[in-house]
């Protein structure tokens, strides 16, 4: 071959790889395009990737690399900042919202859009509910965010903190922090899900196994033996056996007429014998799929966002002081000395309250919320098909510099200023599905900063482990030495 046919050969290679990539990256957007080409469909502008990768990848690269927004600038800058664009993710089509008045929207849906975890995860924490089932389970497990059973649990949540953290302190060794924190939120948690009634070893047990299912979540989907993945498809499935024994054992007691001393969630569950509901007796599979869910949701958030609390704390040493300047004005209009925290106090924490709000605003700026058409859905003018999954962006919400000045800076005063409009700060999500667990979840996080703040001080073995899962991060948790003054 000479230099000519050489250089055409070249020529016509580049060429022809060029447009194979090209067919490539628009393949996945033509089959979309024609198969809901109907009249009946209108679907927003976007850009679907790959086939079967779509945009996954671009995706988890821009929040593995902390910059989530470069993935919602190309589609803004490619479509358009209408706030809905086409996508396709976790293997489906999918419409990204980005403004918080469309996303207010899909999640105060109650009819038409269903939970949309992705199917990998749906295998380990999935509930799938009829809307009617989902109204009920809803209700008979809405004491969970009661002042009543809260106040009920408090002593609780109290002394298992207060003995916990001294624990911790009385350790030479550095311990792994984020790992201790589940335990703790997870012993706490249990009481409320399953009773007082349980020994020591089952929790053990269970701790294992919900472990087991959380590390899953956080490794990618590889079901292969000795992957995460594997691992806790099969402690799903344990704990599935664990909790069905657990119901058939209360049925049972409960046909003898015996009840459980606290109100807890698995009671909660098996009341569902109301004449009024008779054809939505939730099944004993929804039950453990329930109880599943709660497990899961339950305590890691809880112990996450207090380590995350503690850390930004840390670094902010005004910030540090002006909290535990609350805390010793609460300890010092006490009555007596000898008296412990009470539920009342939680209210007088303020400061301690602008904290946490600070630690999940800036700690939910990776979140999204998703959710699957069950049937044709009309939103904002277009009309979505059954079987699109809705993927709502809330971190440009909580990282908006018009409502959060300088919004990536940890600074709990902002919350002086900020007057609270609907839609503008959703850790906990909102509408039908929002977190029913968000008054627990502030409750013991106060609890365990109310301790953390008066007696101890954490200093990090690994300055540089990001202490996010599946990283864990190394602490010498030290008790601070009381001075003359009793401070
Ligand atoms: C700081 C701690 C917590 C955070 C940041 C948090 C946040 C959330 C969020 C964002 C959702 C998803 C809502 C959606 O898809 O729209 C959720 C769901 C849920 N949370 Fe929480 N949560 C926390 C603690 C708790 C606690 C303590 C409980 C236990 C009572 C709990 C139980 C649940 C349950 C059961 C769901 C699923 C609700 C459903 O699908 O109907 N969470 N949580």
Known sequence: MDFYNLALF?????????????????????????????KKYNIPLGYMGLPYFGNTLSYFKSTICGDPNSFLDFF???FGTGGMYRAYIFGKPTIMVTKPEIIRKVLMDEEYLERGLPNYMKKLIGLTTSIEEDKYFRRLTSPVKSHGLLSDYFDYIDKTVSTTLEKYATTEEPIEFLHKMHRLAFEVFMRLLIGDEVNQEFFDQMFVEITAVISAVHNLPINLPGFPYHKGLKARKVLGGIFQKLIDERREAMKDGKSMPRANIIDMLLSNTNQDYEDNILSDKKIVEILVLFSFAGFEPVALMSVKAIFHLQKHPHFLEKAKEEQE?????RA??????????????????KVINETLRIATDQTVFLRDTSTTFNINGYTIPKGWKFFAVVWNIHMNPDVYVQPKEFNPSRWDDIETKPGIFLPFSMGPKSCPG?????????????YYLLHYRVEQINPEARCYPPENCLVKFKKLSISSDGN
């Open 76 to 78: 803004a800058t490619r």
């Open 329 to 333: 004005e609460i300890v010092k209009r």
């Open 438 to 450: 968000s008054n627990l979840a502030k409750l013991q996080i106060s609890v365990i900063l109310h």
């Open 10 to 38: 070249f020529i016509a290679l580049v060429i022809g790889i060029f447009t194979f990539y090209a067919i490539l990256m628009r393949i996945n957007g033509w089959y979309y395009a024609i198969k809901f080409c109907s």
């Open 336 to 353: 007596s000395s000898n008296a412990g925290l009470s539920f009342d106090e939680i209210r007088q924490m303020t400061f301690v309250s």
